[in-house]
């Protein structure tokens, strides 16, 4: 199984100001079509999560541009630009190369 | 408006069955991947299962296999979670989601298992 593993934030992070959330796999997640196949989401406190990004870096449909994804094919970045009180919760990313599917164990921001 | 309802949950024994079902409206379901996402209290989420657009194909972790069974009704446009042989580790809230891109969610519905 490909094993997903998530950094740790400094948290609070103060509004307005930027933070990168990392993960990094076990395995490349870069498949024979060129894509790589990784997605984030955020989970708001007593809410479903939401999709934020897929195939790495392309942003969801209605997904602020202050949520950029970048990485190689076993480490990943979400930036989170100009961070505001509504971006709280807890990230998580997910490949989606093979099964089983799998997640990180999440990170959490907390604004300040 | 896209939505996905789940329905079915609630307190059942170890070693019984329950089944969840998830309605889904506002896009063509028959289109779609269909999943199972489980989070259990204060913990992360774990994928449980995925079924293709026809239900031909179905996939698991090792966790829940040989236990669980998804499928779906496109006329209906359902997705179904059967559990049987549940275990106390299974209880969580389970969400609906669609897998060709996760970008679309149930609100989830929780699943105790206990004695």
């Known amino acids: 199984d490909i094993v997903m593993t998530q950094g740790v934030l400094p948290n609070p992070v103060p509004s307005g100001e930027s933070a990168s959330i990392t993960c990094r796999s076990s395995?490349?997640?870069?498949?024979?079509?060129?894509?790589?196949?990784l997605n984030w989401f955020l989970q708001r406190p007593g809410q479903s999560p939401q999709l934020l990004t897929y195939w790495m870096s392309t942003r969801a449909s209605g997904v602020s541009d202050r949520f950029s994804g970048s990485g190689s094919g076993t480490y990943f970045t979400l930036k989170i630009s100009r961070v505001r009180a509504e971006d709280a919760g807890v990230y998580y990313c997910q490949q989606v190369r093979e099964y089983p599917l799998t997640f990180g164990s999440g990170t959490k921001l907390e604004i300040k | 408006e896209v939505q996905l309802v789940e329905s079915g949950g609630g307190l059942v024994q170890p070693g019984r069955s329950l089944k969840l079902s998830c309605a889904a409206s506002g896009f063509t379901f028959s289109n779609y991947y269909m999943a199972w996402v489980r989070q259990a209290p204060k913990k992360g989420l774990e994928w449980v299962a995925t079924?293709?657009?026809?239900?031909?194909?179905?996939y698991y972790p090792d966790s829940v296999k040989g236990r669980f069974t998804i499928s779906r009704d496109n006329a209906k446009s359902s997705l179904y979670l059967q559990m049987n042989s549940l275990k106390s580790e299974d209880t969580a809230t389970y969400y609906c989601?669609?897998?060709?891109?996760?970008?679309?969610w149930g609100q989830g519905v929780m699943v105790t298992v206990s004695s």
């Open positions: 395995k490349s997640l870069v498949y024979k079509d060129g894509k790589t196949y």
């Open positions: 079924i293709s657009t026809s239900g031909s194909r179905t």
């Open positions: 989601a669609s897998s060709s891109g996760f970008d679309y």
